[in-house]
Structure formats: C-alpha cells, structure tokens
C-alpha cells in the first residue's frame, strides 16, 4: 500500500510538469508576440519572426528583442499599419541619423537593424498601457539587397 507521502509527492510533481508545459506553450515566440504587440503579426502570412531573444521567467517576461522578416519586401503597408494601430506617425530616419539613434538608444540590444546607406528606417515607441513602464518599439528598415524587416523591442522595466 502506498503511503500518503508517496501519492502527494505524485501529484505535487505532476501538477509541477503541467505548470512547466503551460509556460512553454505560454512563451512560445507568437504568444509572446500577440500578447504584447496590438498590431497582427503572428496572424499575417507575409511576415516571419526570424529570431528572437528573451530576457526574464518564463511567466513574466521583462523583455524581449523580435527580428520578422517583411517576406513581400513591401514595407510600406507595415508602416501605416502599425501607426494607424497606434494612432502615431512614428519617425522617418535617414542612415545618418538613424546611426546616431542607435548609438544612444539601442546600445544594449542584440538584435539591430543594419539598414542600406540609400534607405529610411521608420521608428515607433509607444507605452503599452498608461501610468505603466510596459513599452513597445517598432523599427522598419530594408536591408542587403532589399529585404524588409520588423524590429521588435518590449520592455515592462
């Protein structure tokens, strides 16, 4: 016969393995996304979350970094998306400044956009909630041979 102690250390680890797949499935790549992003990326076909870099518990995310890829190369309709979403126009950048933009603001980041001398890079930076230090930022550029992508910062800090 089974003692006590034995069948709630069976179901305690159960419970245990189930909270450790509900996180997984929780922080998976698109959740995260969709959770944190008012704009429809995950949903939208054309577009390709190409890596992506974590920071904090699995449950309670203190940031994140997103490089998708704009697979139509077209990132015009992406930038009036997201700023209609936002009801923000955002800032156009020409390499110039957008270099200096980085060297203040994304220093710490590892995934940054390395856009064409001859383009624009597009920024957006909106709090998420008010009276909240939840924040998103958006940045659009085309790079190489002409690929588009999204840069995708969140921060809660």
Do not use: C, H
């Amino acid at each position: 016969m089974k003692k006590k102690s034995d069948i709630v250390l069976v179901v305690v680890t159960i419970i245990l393995v189930l909270v450790l797949i509900g996180g997984f499935i929780y922080d998976r790549n698109d959740a995260l996304i969709d959770r944190t992003s008012y704009f429809p990326i995950t949903s939208d076909d054309n577009l390709k979350v190409v890596k992506m870099e974590k920071a904090g518990f699995l449950y309670m995310r203190a940031y994140y970094e997103a490089k998708i890829e704009i697979l139509d190369k077209n990132p015009d309709k992406y930038i009036i998306g997201i700023a209609s979403t936002y009801e923000s126009q955002g800032q156009m950048f020409d390499y110039e400044q957008y270099k200096e933009y980085e060297s203040k603001v994304l220093d710490k980041v590892s995934l940054k956009p390395e856009p064409r001398e001859d383009s624009f890079v597009w920024v957006l930076a909106v709090p998420l909630e008010e009276n909240s230090s939840k924040s998103i930022v958006y940045i659009v550029s085309v790079e190489g041979t002409g690929e588009a992508y999204i840069y995708l910062y969140y921060s809660r800090k």
